[in-house]
T-cell receptor, first 111, second 117 residues
Framework: GDSVTQMEGPVTLSEEAFLTINCTYTATGYPSLFWYVQYPGEGLQLLLKATKADDKGSNKGFEATYRKETTSFHLEKGSVQVSDSAVYFCALWSNTGKLIFGQGTTLQVKP | GAGVSQSPSNKVTEKGKDVELRCDPISGHTALYWYRQSLGQGLEFLIYFQGNSAPDKSGLPSDRFSAERTGGSVSTLTIQRTQQEDSAVYLC???????????????FGSGTRLTVV
């Protein structure tokens, strides 16, 4: 069945460091891909998405490119801030009619 | 409404009592989902509605859990004879189509934090 695998956390970075959170998927066809973010004490919010191969989703300085060759959708940011500390979830639309989420990656940014 | 609304936002209940959690999705969204997030854990899928029917209820952990959706809108998740392991944040989400061609993903509610004492 469809699945999403994220790199294990927690990821701890200093402010202004470069961020990569790896996400790979297994699915039939080419599903839409998403990154969701959950800030401390808040609900999940859509961060960015890509709906077809080679699409790049971007928002708030974060980017992710849909790579069908490597079945990946890695999240990147050039310079993280303390306010980026959160849990990040990668997800895909499954043909079972629901989003399949990865296990989440906790990011902690230290000043 | 403008967003997905869940109530109550917090619920403390005694072990063995029944609880009802409510979700009001975005108007016009045909698909509605329930997830559970335990402390420090990822998202555990519970059940999914397309309209009023539930084509996938594979995630309900036991027969103490049930859910319904009426009028293609509001959904209620009921937990009977609550146990301490039921303590978690229960998240509801809705989406426009609920299919692979729906490029909007989910919109989540803020969740109901359930504590069973």
């Amino acid at each position: 069945g469809d699945s999403v695998t994220q790199m294990e956390g927690p990821v701890t970075l200093s402010e202004e460091a470069f961020l990569t959170i790896n996400c790979t998927y297994t699915a039939t066809g080419y599903p839409s891909l998403f990154w969701y973010v959950q800030y401390p004490g808040e609900g999940l919010q859509l961060l960015l998405k890509a709906t077809k191969a080679d699409d790049k989703g971007s928002n708030k300085g974060f980017e992710a490119t849909y790579r069908k060759e490597t079945t990946s959708f890695h999240l990147e940011k050039g310079s993280v801030q303390v306010s980026d500390s959160a849990v990040y979830f990668c997800a895909l639309w499954s043909n079972t009619g629901k989003l399949i989420f990865g296990q989440g990656t906790t990011l902690q940014v230290k000043p | 409404g403008a967003g997905v609304s869940q109530s109550p936002s917090n619920k403390v209940t005694e072990k063995g009592k029944d609880v009802e959690l409510r979700c009001d999705p975005i108007s016009g969204h045909t698909a509605l989902y329930w997830y559970r997030q335990s402390l420090g854990q990822g998202l555990e899928f519970l059940i999914y509605f397309q309209g009023n029917s539930a084509p996938d209820k594979s995630g309900l952990p036991s027969d103490r859990f049930s859910a319904e959706r009426t009028g293609g809108s509001v959904s209620t998740l009921t937990i009977q004879r609550t146990q301490q392991e039921d303590s978690a944040v229960y998240l509801c989400a809705s989406s426009l189509l609920g299919t692979i061609s729906d490029n909007y993903g989910y919109t989540f509610g803020s969740g109901t934090r359930l504590t069973v004492v």
